[in-house]
């Protein structure tokens, strides 16, 4: 089990595309950039076969603070909820994939 | 409120980047299946202000057929949790964002 950065993907796929390190770079930045941005005006994003990411409004809750047990009202939040996609969820749960296989869909 | 797919956000890093379409597709597809096969793999992947995706293991557990009542064993399950990185936490709190301006780091 390793950690992978997002330097690490744009090497890997620069190797794989083929294309200059720099223009996948900006591309993959431009991209995690434009979910942000979607997620912001409140918009859910669906990739096909990866997963769904949609932004999710917690009501706001009264809680205790713990060391003078006084009640506290914690604000309203919003976050993101990400649901995998078909795919993923297929080679996550197969024991005998192949994860050098997985595709999806046509480039 | 709407959804976006990878089409449409695809349309829109072509034309943020002045990078030709089947290069944007190219490299979105390799970027998404790579985070597949890492996650397949065991890895966890960190993309900075963005987020982090890691597998979770959930443990087989006992539960009761609904119909039958009988009790049946669920198998264990390898799912994914996404952690909401710092830029996507602020875009999505604070009020008077202006999405537009979400900046993850130089390109």
Redesign the interface.
């Known amino acids: 089990?390793?950690?992978?950065?997002?330097k690490e993907?744009i090497d890997?796929?620069a190797d794989?595309?083929k294309?200059k390190r720099v223009?996948?770079?900006?591309?993959?930045?431009?991209?995690?950039?434009?979910?942000?941005?979607?997620?912001?005006?409140?918009?859910?994003?669906?990739?096909?076969?990866?997963?769904v990411?949609e932004?999710r409004q917690r009501r706001s809750r009264m809680a205790q603070n713990p060391k003078t047990l006084e009640p506290v009202r914690v604000p309203p939040?919003?976050?993101?909820?990400?649901k995998?996609g078909r795919?993923?969820?297929e080679?996550?749960?197969s024991d005998d994939?192949n994860?050098?296989n997985?595709?999806?869909?046509?480039?």
Chains 1, 2 share one sequence.
């Open positions: 089990m390793a950690t992978i950065t997002k993907l890997h796929i794989a595309t294309q223009v996948v770079k900006d591309i993959v930045q431009t991209f995690l950039e434009s979910i942000i941005v979607e997620l912001g005006k409140g918009n859910r994003l669906e990739f096909r076969e990866f997963g990411f932004v939040k919003r976050t993101v909820k990400f995998i795919l993923m969820k080679t996550l749960s994939s994860p050098e997985v595709d999806i869909g046509d480039h």
